[in-house]
């Protein structure tokens, strides 16, 4: 059901055009797209909640179930006949499908729907590239863990089992012997983020990457592909995939790398991407780059805002270009080194208190982020993945300084927690 439009302030004149920007996200790590874009354009807000801190940036929001495509369609129809939109835009994972179909049906930029499903559907990927003549893990789905046993046996150990359509690390895990498949099965199969869609054979088993894994944000723009942020990936919470961090160089010479340049331009090829904007991980295995999986959006965990502080042109705006049918200046302005520290829990415990201790702060110490409140109770995978209750940015002209000073950022932002019994 849709709810009557409230119009909020914006950033932009009246004569700016509309992107149709569908869900905002969690503020902490989103509110600084909504600050970027709008001063460029116009936003409307299509959101299953009501707006609050996001009419700061928009220019008005209708409140409608984001999961009804008729709801959702009726509305936008409605925006479209009385605003002058350019574009639909979304960086929500359980979106991205659905705008595709929006921004064709009315006859907006974007790429093909059965381009972004092929991005959702991890099995899907793989099949269309494997038939590219890309590069490829060993890959099953299955249906049972007793399938999911004789996938990992014909493969050979270590695996990884994961959910095929999930997001955010859920439902993925390393399996180093048989006897453990049945339980990364049910924790794959079991595996629910942002409510998308299940399959009916819902699971993958995978032939495991080894080799340090790195991410790369780009936009599409006529079917050219423009990296806009290299972001090294750090890991913890084995054999879960818990994300900790990321390091941006804008200097970084994997940008200069052929092979890994070279596979990712084929990938979007391959898939058919046309404009756009995406995130792909890949990891750099002894044989050379490998894909992990590529999402059609923006890269979460702060990695656009990291390309920003990094090369002082936003990955964010120049998505938002492609997806009004602008192309985007991605030329940088300077060259520097950025990154971001997450602090997970070490227990299943609830926040008493976050101190944040700035006198510890190294010299390329930028922002610390606070994401939790006190009573706030903080879970580890498999019942919850992406638990912080803390973030700590740094940015400076040398990535060994950067990296030095997030060495432990559990002393520059401290909780004092107490622990919960399950």
């Known amino acids: 059901m849709t709810e009557q439009a409230v119009r909020g302030s914006g950033a932009t004149s009246q004569d700016a055009p509309v992107l149709l920007l569908v869900g905002s996200g969690y503020r902490p790590y989103r509110e600084y797209i909504l600050a970027a874009v709008s001063e460029h354009y116009r936003l409307w807000l299509l959101d299953s909640h009501e707006a609050t801190w996001q009419l700061a940036y928009c220019a008005g929001a209708t409140r409608v179930d984001t999961r009804d495509a008729d709801a959702m369609r009726e509305a936008a129809r409605g925006l479209v006949a009385e605003l002058p939109v350019v574009g639909v835009f979304t960086y929500d994972e359980s979106q991205v499908v659905f705008c595709a179909r929006l921004a ?63 997001a955010g690390s859920a439902g993925v895990v390393r399996v180093d012997r048989r006897e453990d498949v049945a339980g990364a099965f049910a924790t794959a199969d079991g595996a629910d983020a942002l409510g998308l869609a299940r399959h009916k054979e819902n699971v993958l088993v995978e032939e495991f990457l ?125 060259r520097r080194a950025a990154a971001v520290r997450f602090l997970p829990p070490d227990r299943l415990c609830e926040v008493v208190e976050i101190v944040v201790h700035e006198d510890r702060f190294g010299p390329t110490i930028r922002e610390a982020g606070i994401t939790a409140r006190p009573g706030t109770r903080l879970a580890l995978p498999p019942d919850t993945y992406l638990t912080r209750y803390a973030h700590v940015v740094a940015v400076g002209d040398d990535m060994a300084q950067v990296v030095a000073d997030l060495a432990e950022p559990e002393r520059l932002v401290e909780l004092r927690a107490r622990p919960v019994s399950d």
């Open 104 to 166: 064709r049906d009315l006859g907006l930029p974007g790429s093909p729907p059965e381009t972004i499903s092929a991005c959702r559907d991890k099995a899907t990927t793989r099949s269309v590239l494997a038939a590219a003549g890309v590069p490829q893990p060993a890959c099953r789905t299955v249906t049972s863990a007793e399938e999911a046993l004789a996938a990992a046996d014909e493969i050979g150990y270590p695996v990884i089992v994961k959910a095929r359509a999930m």
């Open 210 to 334: 080894t080799g340090p894994e790195i991410s790369i944000d780009a936009v599409i723009y006529d079917g050219a592909v423009t990296p806009t942020v290299l972001a090294r990936k750090h890991l913890g919470g084995a054999p879960y995939f818990v994300e900790t961090g990321h390091d941006v160089d804008a200097g970084d010479p994997l940008l200069d790398d052929g092979e890994l340049m070279d596979q990712l331009r084929e990938i979007h090829r391959a898939l058919g991407f046309v404009h756009g904007a995406t995130h792909s991980e890949f990891k750099l295995t002894p044989e050379g780059p490998r894909l992990v999986e590529v999402n059609a959006r923006l890269g979460g965990d702060l990695i656009p805002y990291l390309g920003l502080l990094a090369t002082g042109v936003d990955p964010t705006v120049a998505a938002a270009h492609v997806a009004a049918g602008q192309k985007p200046d991605t030329a940088p302005e300077f």
